[in-house]
């Protein structure tokens, strides 16, 4: 039976501070809704942890497995809430600050008490402020990302959403709240920080060991990085705009300067596996279609016009768009498997298709690819399955009822066509 919210607590001998801050959690909770439970994940404590959170009326669950992570992923596999509030339970969460977080509930897929932003504050010792400082300008900086508090453990969440992605994590310390966070952006779910003023806990001693920190912190980067440079990557397209490799930040931007100059500056059109491209970002009136829902989340931010679907079986009435931009799309697609009769279909008559597609027929292109291939593996490159010359889409157009009436290429290797449904 689902619940509204629930409150995850991970403990490990935290009888003392469940005594402090379970009372103030109900406090603040009950003054948000009615409808909620407190979740303890005990970590097979030696003390009174679950008795002493039993006493106060929290469900308890044992963790099965041993690991700040594996108590993570137990909890969201265990929890009844629509939302889920993670609390620290050495009280360095101040539980008055959980209506923050749930007042962001609706806005965000995921909300984090941010210790690093302006207005946000860490009460810590020197050098795990420091340490927290450092690691969290690292993967900053590796994995271009503008957010402050990547780290941080205080956090509100879509329970939809991480469950959506709970088979994939695979870390199993502290390291998991980074594989969360990345792997949600990637996914192009919206994630949002608000200041907070982190404390210092009250009883115990820390169950982090430093060296074994380090080394799941730096394995846990690694796979994101490998993740953020992928076609994977919700934001892929977006941001290989600005990307720091200058011929892949030149090729984007030459892309979109030709094909946003074929659209004549068109009031609206059909952009077929838009990806989360900065053409669609930026015609607000015309309608992206992708099969991959994460990079239409992703681009929901800047165009609400957004369909889920397939090209082989258009999700549109015919003759209804007066145009098509279908950009790097077809050499993904088995070629039995890509029909321009469906795309002509949709196209009004005298309507205009913009294809995009690399021409195999260029020795520059096939060049290009096998180095693109090299310095980028898990990039689009990977995924070209379907090869098409200049002669060969002349003739597919024609057969098809289009006809070119101008092209452009990209360093003799990309080509783009306008063309006209006869």
Request: overall charge positive; glycine content about 6%; charged content about 25%.
């Amino acid at each position: 039976m689902s619940i509204e919210l629930s409150i995850v607590i991970l403990a490990y001998n935290e009888e003392d501070n469940l005594k402090l801050i379970v009372p103030k959690i109900k406090t603040a909770a009950s003054r948000l809704t009615s409808d909620y439970e407190i979740l303890i994940v005990d970590g097979n404590s030696s003390d009174e942890t679950v008795k002493v959170a039993k006493s106060l009326g929290c469900r308890v669950i044992s963790q099965d497995k041993p690991g700040y992570g594996n108590a993570f992923k137990q909890a969201f596999k265990e929890l009844k809430g629509k939302y889920a509030i993670n609390v620290d339970a050495d009280c360095s969460h101040d539980p008055e600050f959980i209506k923050e977080l749930w007042s962001k509930r609706e806005e965000t897929h995921l909300v984090i008490a941010s210790r690093y932003i302006q207005g946000g504050k860490a009460e810590m010792p020197i050098f795990r402020r420091t340490l927290s400082l450092f690691l969290n300008k690292v993967y900053r900086t590796v994995l271009s990302l503008s957010y402050k508090d990547l780290s941080s453990g205080f956090r509100l969440y879509n329970v939809e959403a991480i469950r959506s992605l709970l088979t994939e994590l695979s870390a199993t310390d502290f390291d998991v709240l980074l594989e969360v966070f990345i792997k949600l952006y990637c996914k192009g779910y919206t994630i949002s920080e608000i200041p907070f003023c982190y404390k210092p806990r009250k009883y115990g001693r820390s169950s982090v060991r430093l060296f074994k920190f380090a080394v799941s912190y730096l394995k846990t980067l690694y796979h994101s990085w490998q993740l953020r440079n992928s076609a994977f990557s919700a934001d892929y397209d977006d941001r290989a705009f600005n990307s720091k490799i200058i011929f892949q930040r030149y090729w984007q931007r030459k892309r979109y300067e030709i094909i946003m100059n074929m659209t004549e500056n068109a009031g609206s059109c059909i952009d077929l596996g838009c990806g989360s491209s900065r053409i669609i970002q930026n015609m607000p009136k015309s309608v992206g279609l992708d099969i991959d829902l994460n990079k239409l989340r992703y681009v929901k931010k800047n165009n609400n016009l957004l369909v889920k679907g397939d090209i082989e079986k258009l999700p549109f009435k015919d003759n209804v768009v007066p145009m098509v931009i279908c950009s790097q799309v077809m050499e993904h697609i088995p070629k039995q498997k890509f029909n321009l009769n469906e795309i002509n279909r949709i196209i009004k008559d005298k309507g205009i298709l913009i294809l995009g597609t690399p021409d195999y027929g260029s020795f520059w292109w096939n060049f290009i690819e096998w180095f693109y291939k090299k310095i980028l593996p898990n990039a689009y490159g990977e995924g070209h399955i379907a090869t098409y010359t200049k002669k060969e889409l002349e003739r597919i157009l024609e057969e098809s009822g289009f006809k070119i009436v101008e092209y452009k290429y990209i360093c003799k290797g990309e080509l783009i066509l306008k063309t006209v449904k006869l």
